[in-house]
């Protein structure tokens, strides 16, 4: 009988054959009992055979197991199982005729199985193969749901750009030069997205991959060794072209470049720190923002003690849309420029949770505060274009799936910038408009910490509005994906950034 660890299936043959009736049949086929849809259910695929000797015995075994398959084929002359002699009818070379020759199982036979012949593949060639294919399916999952969606925003904005440096001499009455907004853009996005070829292959090979918490959802377990501190490849990509469109003299600009590498230093402290130190993720809460609260502090100071050239000759100003005016906040102005710093880098720090979000939100944020500051500061618009230019280049990179994080050193530089040109230009009320996205992500994690924290004290258990905080992170666990979440908010931040650049207009 057959080993039942191996869950043979056996055939034997009946020596005797029953030829068929049919007179005009000079060649023997060979049938197997069973229709032809039992032998494909067991796994047997049995083609005909010609007989070409008197005397023929067949016996076939399969055995399966878990691991390998193992398949014996004895073909042997012989008088029988009982000795006996039988003959066959004689095979003819005409290919018309066939009889059927039927060999019904008599009885069992257990044979050990061979795996020689079956003996898996190389192993790297193996691994090689399962590389390839998993290499298609990531190009094809990024191109589907990543590239589209980075290809549609980096050509609106750029059909956007075009469009206003069209038609902007007659917005601001300034004589600008042609594809003013537009070259700067362009050639930072170009200049990112090589840059990036170049550097991500040496962060990866230095180990340099993004820390995960524990706490976040379980679907970033697979994004574990993305490197990340992306931000050093297209944060001075942007400063340095807006540097070159501008010139060395510009004073606002200056002040603008030097804030968003002193906010890009905050963040790659903490970046190193997460690589070198994991079990703690860096830099603690209280010090990252006391330290972003002390760079813009010391830009008030500066900004308080410089002379920055705008059409009121008079800093400390806010023009706000018709009917509120220009209106002076004195003081207050250096205030709510130490906060606009801190609570922009953060917020772009806290949006950077999903796959190319913070990026194409920020691009948006840049064209919204370029549009908007246009009047009053040239030059600003220059970097808030070159910035989105850098964006865009940037997630050439870091669209879904990623193969590389921005880290603190992008997004709290990012913060840093948008923060730089509101407080040069006093465009607060356009910095939170095209900045709603960063708003709501803090909004979120503000009214979680605070519900949780209150129903903890009214009803001894802590509850939350919120699956997760920030909020981009309630909707991946509510099952919708990352591509669709990434999509909306750039719908909204366009939507935005349009809302902000007309005020910044109608206000200046």
């Known amino acids: 009988m057959c ?27 060979i049938a197997y009992p069973g229709s032809r849809s039992t032998l494909r259910q067991s796994g047997l695929r049995l083609g005909r ?41 004689a095979s003819s ?73 069209w038609c902007s001499w007659r917005i601001v009455r300034l ?12 050639l930072s996005a170009v200049l990112s997205t090589f840059a990036g070829f170049i550097f991500v292959p040496i962060v990866d090979t230095l180990k340099i991959h993004q820390i995960l918490r524990k706490e976040g959802p379980t679907s970033h377990q697979s994004k574990r060794g993305t490197p990340t501190m992306g931000g050093l490849f297209f944060i001075p990509v942007g400063i340095v072209v807006a540097t070159i469109k501008t010139g060395d003299n510009a004073t606002a600009m200056f002040g603008a470049a030097t804030w968003t590498l002193a906010f890009a230093a905050i963040g790659l402290l903490d970046d190193i720190l997460s690589c070198i130190k994991s079990h703690n993720y860096g830099l603690p809460g209280w010090a990252k923002l006391g330290l972003q609260v002390v760079a813009g502090a010391s830009f008030s100071f500066w900004l308080d003690s410089t002379h920055i050239s705008t059409p009121y000759n008079m ?22 420029t130490a906060f606009c710093f801190a609570s922009m880098s953060n917020g772009v720090n806290l949006t950077d949770g999903i796959d190319g979000l913070a990026g194409g939100c920020a691009a948006l944020a840049f064209v919204g505060m370029s549009v908007a500051v246009l009047a009053i500061c040239p030059e600003l618009a220059v970097f808030g274009a070159s910035m989105s230019g850098a964006c865009i280049g940037f997630l050439f990179h870091n669209r879904y799936k990623a193969s590389i994080f921005m880290g603190d050193t992008g997004s709290l530089a990012l913060g840093g910038a ?7 230009t006093g465009m607060f009320f ?42 981009h ?36």
């Open 3 to 29: 080993s039942a660890n191996l869950h043979p299936v056996c055939l034997g043959f009946h020596r005797t054959p029953l030829l068929s009736s049919s007179p005009s049949a000079t060649r023997p086929r």
């Open 430 to 471: 356009p910095l939170f408009i095209s900045s709603g996205t960063f708003v709501v992500e803090v909004l979120s994690v503000i009214i979680q910490v605070v519900y949780k924290n209150a129903t903890k004290v009214l009803y001894g258990t802590a509850r939350c509005i919120f699956q997760m905080a920030p909020i």
């Open 93 to 165: 070379e005409d290919e018309d005729s066939d009889m059927d020759l039927l060999l019904p199982p008599v009885t069992d036979v257990e044979l050990t199985p061979n795996k020689e012949p079956f003996e898996s593949a190389d192993p790297s060639l193996t691994v090689a193969t399962y590389r390839f294919a998993s290499l298609r399916g990531m190009i094809k999952r990024r191109t589907r749901k990543g590239i589209l969606i980075s290809l549609a925003l980096g050509t609106f904005l750029l059909v956007f750009l075009l469009f206003f440096d």
């Open 175 to 186: 004589p600008l030069e042609p594809f003013f907004l537009t070259h700067p853009f362009t």
């Open 418 to 424: 948008l923060a730089a040109m509101a407080a040069l």
């Open 49 to 89: 055979r010609r007989c070409r000797r008197q005397k023929l015995f067949v016996s076939m075994a399969f055995s399966f197991d878990e691991d390998s398959v193992g398949i014996s084929t004895l073909m042997e002359e012989s008088n029988g199982f009982s000795g006996g002699n039988s003959s066959y009818p």
């Open 315 to 336: 800093k400390f100003l806010v023009p706000l849309p018709p009917p509120f005016g220009i209106v002076y906040l004195g003081k207050f102005y250096l205030v709510l």
């Open 473 to 508: 992170h309630h909707f991946e666990l509510c099952g919708i994906k990352e591509s669709l979440i990434v999509a909306g908010a750039y719908v909204l931040s366009f939507f935005l950034a349009i809302v902000a650049g007309y005020i910044g207009l109608i206000s200046a």
